[in-house]
């Protein structure tokens, strides 16, 4: 058996239990030699940590070095400079098998020959567990992961999410002390993708696993994770739980790769009106989708004339797209002195009823959802 093999069955797998310091990376530097025998850093010195029971997702674009990063931890990967510890303990010299880890993959690799429950058994079996034992850790683990009953199917019968699960279930039976997933939902269509990313989160919540979750993308890092790393060329830009990076991302680069679409310098007089809004200092404000409303025009309502208890700046934008998207409108405004920000809507009808492609439209602020980077 290889040694990925090896680690995604978990057969290396310890209780957490007594775990205190967890994964601690510290200036870690992970070589490629190119064919021109140049050599390039794909983790440039980078220092991360993961605490005990912890879930960290580590979120970048493709290329920033996540995969690199995740298959040093694991031991498939030499480290030309730093540490790697679990606990205090250096993990360097240590096989990859003997170091407690799971792997978990976009592909989850199952046994083909081997049914669904011999599958999830296997790391289990290594550890020569007594058969009862395995068979209810085997029913435990199935039901976990939302395939109770699954034991006796052959895996070529399942869908692509299924197939997830039992990789889930697998990785997770001989309890490692540390589980990687390597875009482990990648290969999955959006909606599936989306409610596994939250089966994911309740499973390694339910078992306690502390886990490093490598994502391009930033839906799938807040839905999964308790904390945020955000990687680009080798080197982490920003860690914090997922509320903290959104609302406060440190750097545009960081804010752009979450989603942020339009960025407005304070000293513009957009932007002061803008940063009065928000009450904060700064010198760069972040819009992102939702971040502006449309004026639905004068209102005809009788009663107390709507609320405008927060002066908010009236923005003028033409519109570039309008779409239905899962339940809402999504209007694309090209907004003076702010550029292209997606307004949602909630959509009233069975037809489109959104302002055609050309059509100007006064637009305010939802100071909540705008951001100050840096601030
Ligand atoms: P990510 O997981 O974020 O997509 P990777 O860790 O796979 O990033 O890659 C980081 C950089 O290292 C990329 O520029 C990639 O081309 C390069 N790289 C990855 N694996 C190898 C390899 N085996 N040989 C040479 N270069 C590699």
């Known amino acids: 058996m290889k040694d990925d093999d090896a680690a995604q069955a978990g057969t290396g797998g310890q209780a957490g239990a007594g775990s205190r310091r967890g994964l601690e990376v510290r200036d870690v530097v992970v070589l490629y030699r190119d ?5 390039k850093a794909a983790v440039d010195g980078l220092d991360l940590d993961v605490a005990p029971g912890e879930v960290l997702a580590l979120l970048g674009p493709s290329g920033s070095g996540k995969s690199s990063l995740l298959r040093a ?17 250096d993990l360097a010299g240590v096989p990859v098998h003997q170091r407690g880890i799971g792997l978990m993959f976009q592909d989850g ?13 296997f790391g289990l079996q290594m550890q020569r567990v007594p058969r009862a034992e395995l068979a209810r850790r085997v029913a435990e683990l199935l039901r976990l992961v939302g395939l109770a009953g699954f034991g006796d199917r052959d895996v070529a019968s399942l869908s692509g999410g299924e197939r997830q699960r039992v990789a889930l279930a ?4 001989p309890r490692p002390r540390l589980l990687l997933l390597d875009e482990p939902l990648s290969a999955l269509d959006r909606a599936l993708r989306e409610r596994l990313a939250d089966d994911v989160r309740a499973a390694l919540r339910a078992t306690g696993t ?46 752009e790769f979450l989603g ?11 932007g002061r009106a803008l940063l009065d809004l928000v009450g904060k200092q700064g010198e760069l404000l972040a819009l992102g989708p939702g971040s502006l409303t449309r004026d639905q025009g004068p209102t005809t309502a009788p009663g107390p004339a709507r609320s405008t208890a927060v002066p908010s700046p009236a923005l003028t934008g033409t519109v570039v797209t309008a779409g239905f998207r899962r339940g809402v409108v999504e209007l694309v405004v090209d907004v003076d002195g ?24 006064t637009l305010h602020a939802r100071p909540e959802a705008i951001a100050v980077v840096g601030g």
């Open 73 to 89: 931890v694991a031991g498939l990967e030499p480290v030309a400079a730093g540490s790697i510890t679990w606990d205090g303990t």
């Open 35 to 39: 064919d021109d025998g140049t050599t």
């Open 260 to 270: 942020y679409e339009a960025f407005v310098p304070a000293a513009s007089p957009t």
């Open 170 to 173: 697998r990785s997770l039976a």
């Open 109 to 121: 690799q199952l046994f083909p020959h081997r049914d669904v429950a011999a599958n999830v058994a």
């Open 210 to 255: 502390t886990a490093l979750f490598v994502t391009h993308d930033h839906d799938e890092a807040f839905a999964v994770a308790d904390r945020i790393a955000v990687m680009d060329l080798g080197r982490l830009l920003q860690v914090d739980p997922p509320a903290r990076l959104w609302h406060r991302p440190t750097s545009q680069r960081v804010a």
């Open 338 to 361: 702010v550029g292209r920000v997606t307004l949602v809507e909630p959509s009233a009808g069975t037809h489109l009823d959104a302002p055609a492609p050309g059509t100007v439209v």
